[in-house]
């Protein structure tokens, strides 16, 4: 279903840019300089989930954008953040479903402490991922700088009850790991 993101990422940048501020301009956390290298696909074994991945980058309005309904196969990978393998936060976000059908990350809250995460990269390297923890949290509650402050990749769908007032979840899953393997 539809993902309203704006108070999500909104949170995000406003953290980001605050911790950014508060240590002076410096951050052991904040990702290398850009390169050429982009992930490109996302492996789960324990979920048998292979999807390609695409870049995600800023709206007009300031939201991450989202992958378009019509690729629901398909995960994105935020530019503002860390390339998968790299020192830093590196967050993929996925939906959980489509109006008619389950999408890329449909399963995600089913993954448990200990599962593989493998994110296949374009210059041919994979970074290799334990998972450390599954939460969900209200969207109103996003926990902000450990999702884009913190080491480590972060996987980003929606979950809880549907709002069909507001058509979206109330409550985003977001899976915890760290690298085990450089890429």
């Known amino acids: ?6 108070w999500v990422i909104v949170a995000g940048i406003v953290t980001g840019l605050a911790l950014f501020a508060a240590g002076g301009g410096k951050s052991e956390t904040r990702p290398a ?5 982009v992930p490109e696909r996302i492996d789960i074994p324990t ?7 695409m870049k995600l980058g800023l709206s007009d309005q300031g939201d991450v954008e989202l992958p378009p309904f019509d690729k629901p196969s ?5 530019t503002g953040s860390a390339v998968p393998g790299d020192a830093g936060a590196s967050v993929i976000i996925g939906h959980v479903d489509t109006k008619t059908a389950p999408a890329v990350f449909f399963r995600l809250r089913d993954l448990r402490k200990g599962a593989l995460v493998k ?20 969207k109103d509650s996003f926990p ?21 007032t507001h058509h979206q979840y109330r409550d985003n ?7 085990i393997r450089d890429a």
């Open 144 to 164: 902000a700088e450990r999702v884009y402050a913190e080491n480590g990749l972060r996987l980003i769908t929606c979950g809880g009850d549907f709002d069909w």
């Open 47 to 53: 979920l048998s989930l292979k999807a390609p991945l």
């Open 1 to 6: 279903m539809a993902v309203s993101s704006r």
């Open 119 to 138: 994110v296949l990269r374009s210059d041919g390297k994979t970074a290799e991922y334990r998972v450390d923890s599954v939460e969900r949290v209200p």
């Open 74 to 78: 398909t995960a994105g990978w935020y």
């Open 173 to 179: 899953v977001i899976v915890y790991a760290s690298l």
């Open 33 to 37: 300089p850009r390169s050429a290298v």
